[in-house]
């Protein structure tokens, strides 16, 4: 379908990429991934056509068909949602035209308007269309509202649209699930996943991505390269090649330091001038191996802890909250302990941002009451919260105010982790775009942590390299954190527990979200988030909003003492597992480690180097037992949090 062939492209200084080839076949789903500013929207535009080479050449076949969702912003007229999403060519457009400048249906031209449209197919397009505007969210009453009404990423979710009912050979999407609500982008997920065409794809969204793609293109270190399979298959593949660059180039280090060595020794010698020039020349004309990036390299910050919270941090109790007829919260009871993380999940319209601007003071109340804990700072991340911006300040200034103990050179470093790369610090905050603001906002929270912090969305904006950076920040904070996302890796990482949210009902689970995914019955990790399913936990650390099931009630306190008894014992089994398996794989892992010291040892033998056999096979065998210790190391980690989460 494509074929691309010594493409390169650079803005004044800065390179993007040099000499890259890429192929894509029909039937691809491919990922398009890589630092922000490393070219992928560029590549995007090229492929287009929309901005050329420096040098390069690119190859489509015949009569491919192309649909291209912008990032931020696509045109829109008059035209209604429904026209807007039928509109898959320019004749059809006219059409369209014709019906808003005639829309009497006796006038001539409005019955030439309808012949036209029928003649296109036009009016089989409807039901698709529509079909496709309910899987992203629009209702009915939506389709024949004017577009040019709706917020930009409701346009943004209509031009999606018009590119699904359109079906091109070729759909490439630029950070499309911005825009979409987490059932919305179940459900796109899903279609993509039976597409008929090709599609590439740029985005952040790790879950995504595996659930997405057969193959991944990462533009990085001005190369474009293409990994088979999902996502996490190029983590795993990317780290092993990356470690065979590192091996190649220490290898060729050492060569030449030996025939450098050689050279210094014999220059002044005559009966060794032949063989001195010999290896000048070797030197001279050896293709020098780059020092790769390392696959474990991270940024690491020490961030301010904020003042210590008591150990009850806030308690709401019997709170009734709504939006004029509409009750969300009936009877809720909650009440959070230091250290608690905290991911809320559950359907979209369930309450659980409602419940993180209840947690911050932030909606008045029709009953009940909020009771703040000892010495309790809040500090609550919603995107409006850019607004509280000084759009006076720069970027820097913003950031650093009122800070004392941290470095420039800390801040800065923290600003190019969220995208405020080199002279962008030094930008007036009033000319940044609302998610740059959401970004600075984000950075601020984390230079000024409160003991309690509320985020929602946090990861949308970021990349998946700023996705890291706060995952890092935030695994060193000592407070308490409650957070709603929609990225399924940044809770794995984050939440050691989860709150199901539906109904205004709330149902806690005492453990991570693996922990919750296996005892609610989820079917998916994504569907886990918005899943409306009943509590299919046994009774052990089951709570609502306080109040108790009507078998609860009718339990004597003897049936209630033997269940609880019931309850404890199948806890303690269930730890004691939890024990043994941590016991069998710390063996398997001091084992591993061990063959690991043995076969890194011969790799560094000078010896094993003149039979290159051997040195493939101790090079397999290395790459793969570094790639079962990664994955005991996981499997380790997770089983610990588990038990931790039996004893906390």
Sequence with gaps: ??????????????????????RLQRGERIGLIGPNGAGKTTLFRILLGQEEADSGDIQW????????????????????????????????SAVHQLFRDYPDPEHEKHHEALARYADLDGFSLEPVAKKILAGLAFKEADFLRPARTLSGGWIMRAHLARLLVQKPDLLMLDEPTNHLDLESLTWFQDHLRGYEGSVVVISHDRAFLNQLCNGIVEIAAQRIEKYPGNYDNFVTRKAERLEQQWAAYQN???????????????????????????????????????????????????????????????????????????????????TLERGQRIALVGPNGAGKSTLLKILADLVPLRRGSRNPGLNLNVG?????????????????????????????????????CFLFTGDDADKPVRILSGGEKSRLAL????????NLLLLDEPTTHLDIASIDALIQALSNYPGTLVMVSHDVHFIQKIATSVIHVNAGQLTHYAGDYEYYLRKSGAQTARGGLIAS???????????????SSSADQNETPKERRRRA???????????????????????????????QTRLTSQMEDPSTYNNPDRTREIRQALDQTVTKLKSLNESWEKATEQLMSFQG
């Design 252 to 334: 060729q280090q050492k060569e030449i330091e030996r025939v450098e060595q050689f050279i210094n020794r014999f220059r002044a010698k005559a009966s060794k001038a032949a063989q001195v020039q010999s290896r000048i020349k070797y030197l001279d004309k050896l293709e020098r191996i780059p020092p790769p990036e390392r696959p474990d390299d991270t940024v690491s910050f020490r961030f301010p802890h904020p003042p210590r919270s008591g150990q009850k941090v806030i308690t709401l109790e019997n709170i009734e909250q709504g939006y004029d007829d509409h009750t969300v919260y009936r009877n809720l009871n909650l």
């Design 380 to 416: 609550y991340y919603a995107q409006q919260r850019s607004e509280q911006l000084d759009l006076n300040s720069s970027v820097y200034d913003e950031a650093a105010k009122g800070l004392t103990g941290i470095t420039e050179t800390d801040i800065r470093t923290l600003l190019g």
């Design 565 to 595: 008894a019931e309850e404890r014992k199948a806890r303690a089994r269930e730890e004691k597992s939890w024990e043994k398996k941590i016991q069998d794989l710390e063996k398997q892992i001091i084992s591993l480690e061990e063959e």
């Design 533 to 547: 399913f009943e509590d299919h936990r046994p009774t052990e650390g089951r709570k609502s909003n306080g109040s």
């Design 61 to 92: 076949e015949k009569n491919t068909l192309t649909g291209f969702l912008p990032q931020e912003s696509a045109p829109v007229g008059e035209e209604t949602v429904l026209q807007l999403a039928t509109a898959i060519s320019p004749e059809i």
């Design 1 to 22: 379908m494509l074929i691309v062939s010594g493409l390169s492209k650079a803005y004044g200084g800065n390179t993007l990429f040099t000499n890259a080839s890429l």
């Design 443 to 450: 950075v601020k929270l984390l230079l000024h942590p409160p």
